[in-house]
């Protein structure tokens, strides 16, 4: 696993929205694993990165800080639907086609056990179930460095166009 604080510098920023869906989903991650494009600004604020990236499959990892803590002392469950999040669905954005674009629909997570902030670096696995015309689901796991299961998720997308429409 990589630890996010020890990457090269990474660029924080936003992808022009036309660049980014006029080409396809890979392409596009695989620019930001490459770091042809920039890290997106939750990225660096939650402390997570994209580190794997391939048809229908894509890794994050991360070290959730003390910055994350809930009342209780434990990392917020907030910080990891976000990761989750972060993984169900950039494992559907490998597959859209240039022109499209993807948002969430529904999100269910199950979490397992607690994540503290001692826990250290963190890997979410997020796996394409279906993809269709319109709709894709996913589902992801969250584990420690241990291999053991922290949290896990579900996704479903709505697939669309993004392509501006002609003025009418």
Same mark, same amino acid.
């Given at each position: 696993?990589?630890?996010?604080?020890?990457?090269?510098?990474?660029?924080?920023?936003?992808?022009?929205?036309?660049?980014?869906?006029?080409?396809?989903?890979?392409?596009?991650?695989?620019?930001?694993?490459?770091?042809?494009?920039?890290?997106?600004? #939750?990225?660096?604020?939650?402390?997570? #990165?994209?580190?794997?990236?391939?048809?229908?499959?894509?890794?994050?990892?991360?070290?959730?800080?003390?910055?994350?803590?809930?009342?209780?002392?434990?990392?917020?469950?907030?910080?990891?639907?976000? #990761?989750?999040?972060?993984?169900?669905?950039?494992?559907?954005?490998?597959?859209?086609?240039?022109?499209?674009?993807?948002?969430?629909?529904?999100?269910?997570?199950?979490?397992?056990?607690?994540?503290?902030?001692?826990?250290?670096?963190?890997?979410?696995?997020?796996?394409? #179930?279906?993809?269709?015309?319109?709709?894709?689901?996913?589902?992801?796991?969250?584990?420690?460095?241990?291999?053991?299961?922290?949290?896990?998720?579900?996704?479903?997308?709505?697939?669309?166009?993004?392509?501006?429409?002609?003025?009418?």
């Amino acid at each position: 696993m990589t630890d996010v604080a020890a990457s090269p510098a990474l660029r924080y920023g936003v992808v022009d929205m036309a660049e980014a869906t006029g080409q396809d989903g890979m392409d596009f991650l695989r620019g930001m694993l490459e770091q042809r494009y920039p890290a997106p600004p #939750i990225a660096g604020a939650m402390g997570f #990165i994209l580190t794997e990236a391939e048809p229908g499959r894509v890794v994050f990892e991360g070290t959730p800080t003390a910055d994350f803590l809930n009342p209780l002392g434990t990392i917020h469950g907030g910080w990891t639907a976000t #990761i989750l999040d972060s993984a169900l669905g950039c494992c559907v954005h490998t597959l859209i086609k240039a022109g499209q674009a993807y948002t969430t629909v529904e999100m269910k997570v199950n979490y397992v056990r607690a994540l503290m902030p001692h826990t250290g670096l963190v890997r979410c696995e997020g796996k394409v #179930i279906h993809a269709g015309g319109r709709i894709a689901t996913s589902e992801a796991k969250l584990v420690d460095g241990k291999g053991r299961l922290i949290a896990h998720g579900t996704e479903t997308c709505l697939i669309f166009d993004a392509r501006p429409s002609a003025p009418a």
